[in-house]
DNA sequence: CGAGGGACCTGGTTGC
DNA sequence: TGCAACCAGGTCCCTC
């Protein structure tokens, strides 16, 4: 589920009522995740949330000594409860406030992950060699045609890597390719500084679409109901192999690039 | 250095 | 109906 849009939605959704109050404790039931969860992290028991942001797809909660990194993984979700509601299956933290609202982590696959930082949450190591935002300045026809030179991987693979890019995923991979007119299987190398202008374009506008519309779907992070799920989406070839093309009816098709499943037309994509 | 593949997990769907 | 195989939105890390 969690790609950019889904996890910038979850920051916006969780942000007002975790900022600015304080931890009162964290209940770790399931320390399994991707990484194990340490005992360290009582350390930010007693602090007050100072800041909440987003990396990529990591979600950070500055505190005032330190702070948590949060990923969801492929299956995770956090939702906020407002009273007290008796832990489900794959419910494996809590991080409780002393405004007595309760952020919950649920991950079926344990693909998610809570650490914690001593210094600065920013200057965590996983985030240090991560690539620039899709939606920020940075982001430019110009720094993919310099990073992309020699590179012979397919760009899908390229656009995925988050040491170029961060947040995207294999869903918005293939609409955003798809969008550009772009074959993904095509050598990274060999595309034009004019063709990757399309492309961060199609990347900016299919982020900034699905952020809006997550922010529909997502609304309700408050609540028994909680498990949002964002499938309102209208995607153009993801999840659509033997349909007929948007543009010109021609059957998408699937293919397995660097083990994922990756979805073009063959005729609007070269 | 780049490229490729395995690893970590559970659960839903598909096919015999 | 039962059961095995396969697939799923991420990304780190090891090998070649």
Same mark, same amino acid.
């Given at each position: ?11 916006? &959704? ?7 109050? =304080? ?5 770790? !039931?399931?320390? =399994? ?20 942001? +987003?990396?990529? /797809? ?6 005032? +000594?330190? &702070?948590?990194?949060?990923?969801? &993984? ?29 952020? !919950? #982590?649920?991950?079926? +696959? +344990? ?16 985030? =240090? ?6 939606? @920020? ?7 993919? #045609? ?9 760009? /899908? ?27 993904? @299987? ?11 202008? &399309? ?19 997502? !609304? ?32 998408? /098709? ?17």
């Amino acid at each position: 589920m969690p790609e950019l849009p889904e996890v910038e939605t979850t920051l916006r &959704g969780i942000q007002p009522y975790l900022l600015d109050q =304080r931890i009162s404790r964290i209940n770790v !039931r399931e320390p =399994r995740l991707r990484w194990l969860v340490t005992p360290e992290t009582v350390k930010a028991e007693g602090q007050l949330v100072k800041h909440l942001g +987003r990396r990529g /797809k990591y979600l950070l909660l500055g505190l005032d +000594r330190g &702070g948590l990194l949060i990923h969801l &993984g492929m299956s995770g979700s956090l939702r906020v409860l407002e009273e007290f509601t008796p832990p489900g299956k794959h419910d494996h933290f809590d991080i409780e406030l002393e405004n007595h609202c309760c952020l !919950r #982590f649920n991950d079926p +696959r +344990r693909f998610g992950a809570l650490l914690w930082s001593a210094g600065s949450i920013e200057l965590h190591p996983l985030l =240090r060699n991560l690539g620039p935002e899709p939606l @920020s300045v940075e982001f430019t026809a110009d720094y993919l #045609f310099k990073r992309s030179r020699k590179r012979r991987l397919a760009i /899908k693979n390229f656009i995925m890597d988050g040491h170029i890019v961060v947040g995207v995923g294999n869903i918005y991979a293939s609409e955003a390719l798809f969008m550009a007119g772009i074959h993904p @299987s095509r050598q990274a190398g060999r595309i034009s500084l004019q063709r990757y202008a &399309g492309l961060v374009e199609a990347i900016r506008d299919v982020l900034e679409r699905a952020i809006r519309q997550g922010g529909t779907t997502l !609304r309700d992070f408050v609540g028994s109901n909680g498990a949002p799920g964002y499938f309102a989406q209208e995607l153009l070839v993801y999840d659509r192999a033997g349909m007929g093309c948007f543009q010109c009816n021609t059957p998408i /098709k699937k293919k397995v690039i660097g083990q994922r499943s990756s979805y073009y037309c063959p005729v609007c994509q070269r």
